[in-house]
Nanobody
Framework: EVQLQASGGGLVQAGGSLRLSCVVSGFSFDDYGIGWFRQAPGKDREGVSCFDSNTGSTYYADSVKGRFTISSDYAKNTVYLQMNSLKPGDTAVYYC???????????????????WGKGTQVTVSS
């Protein structure tokens, strides 16, 4: 069974940093890509960053490029999202998710994801 557990959220001032962690189990990174999504109140869930281990490709939403970095530690079964220069607009519940790589449907999009972890709240104060 694919399981994901996100953590690391919190309250931070604008300009600060946070690192989110997503511990995964029940699957291989060879078969699943990992993505970070966020959802602010009243808004749709959006893809923040996704990593496809098969191709080595990484996606970042325009709003986070140059500020957020996705990385992974396979030995710890953990994927990270380093968030720097945080802005109040980054306030949201952040989720990690996984999608099966060996199919045609792909992309850092909510409907592509097969499994989701519970979210972690990130609040950036001005």
């Amino acid at each position: 069974e694919v399981q994901l557990q996100a953590s690391g959220g919190g309250l931070v001032q604008a300009g600060g940093s946070l690192r989110l962690s997503c511990v995964v189990s029940g699957f291989s990174f060879d078969d699943y890509g990992i993505g970070w999504f966020r959802q602010a109140p009243g808004k749709d869930r959006e893809g923040v960053s996704c990593f496809d281990s098969n191709t080595g490709s990484t996606y970042y939403a325009d709003s986070v490029k140059g500020r957020f970095t996705i990385s992974s530690d396979y030995a710890k079964n953990t994927v990270y999202l380093q968030m720097n220069s945080l802005k109040p607009g980054d306030t949201a519940v952040y989720y990690c998710a996984a999608w099966y790589l060996h199919r045609s449907l792909t992309g850092c999009l909510s409907y592509v994801m097969d499994s989701w972890g519970k979210g972690t709240q990130v609040t950036v104060s001005s």
